[in-house]
Nanobody, 124 residues
Framework: QVQLVESGGQLVQAGGSLRLSCAAS????????MGWFRQAPGKEREFVTA????????YYADFAKGRFTISRDRAKNALYLQMNSLKPEDTAVYYC?????????????????WGQGTQVTVSS
């Protein structure tokens, strides 16, 4: 099992940037596919992006393409989400998620491990 703790969420103005981090514990972190999801008030949790265990394959939701970048540092057991050109509609709680194996799912039900979330608020 892997435990996940997100950080980096804060209030930012539209057009600004944020970098979210996810610290993972557990010696098998490198065998997990990692993802970011978000959930705005009154809405379902939605897929943002995911990265393969090797870091060589990434998937992005359409709204994230060109603005968000996912990366992982296997030596540090860390996952990152660089978010640029933020918009008010990006306001949400952002969650780090993990699932063991080579598959790269985009459905939140396919992930087995979750962090507690970090709040991102984008003001207009």
């Amino acid at each position: 099992q892997v435990q996940l703790v997100e950080s980096g969420g804060q209030l930012v103005q539209a057009g600004g940037s944020l970098r979210l981090s996810c610290a993972a514990s557990g010696r098998t972190f490198s065998s997990y596919t990692m993802g970011w999801f978000r959930q705005a008030p009154g809405k379902e949790r939605e897929f943002v992006t995911a990265i393969s265990w090797s870091g060589g394959i990434t998937y992005y939701a359409d709204f994230a393409k060109g603005r968000f970048t996912i990366s992982r540092d296997r030596a540090k057991n860390a996952l990152y989400l660089q978010m640029n050109s933020l918009k008010p509609e990006d306001t949400a709680v952002y969650y780090c998620a993990a699932v063991r194996g080579p598959r790269i799912p985009t459905l939140y039900g396919d992930y087995t491990n979750w962090g507690q979330g970090t709040q991102v608020t984008v003001s207009s």
